[in-house]
């Protein structure tokens, strides 16, 4: 049976560091000279779809993006 997996898309050109994804430190972190987001991975599991669609809502930029993957 087929599962599935979170993909998340950071836009770099339209983030502005405001750092509201922080919350998920394992899987943003903010460069702190650029003062941009950087994705320390790109796949997390389908278990945690609902933390990262609030992070989409909550980030101001509108710089996070979601896809759902079939594995
Ligand atoms: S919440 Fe959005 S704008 Fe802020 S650092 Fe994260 S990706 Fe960038």
């Known amino acids: 049976m087929a599962s599935e997996k979170v993909e998340v898309i950071l836009d770099a050109l339209k983030c502005q560091g405001y750092g509201l994804c922080l919350g ?10 650029a003062n ?6 790109r796949f997390v ?3 945690r779809k609902d ?4 992070l989409v809502r909550d980030c101001p930029a509108a710089a996070i993006s979601l896809r ?3 594995e």
């Open 36 to 41: 941009i987001a950087h994705l320390k991975q």
């Open 51 to 54: 933390e990262f669609e609030q």
């Open 68 to 70: 759902v993957l079939q």
């Open 24 to 33: 998920a430190d394992d899987v943003f972190e903010l460069d702190s000279v």
């Open 45 to 47: 599991d389908i278990s």
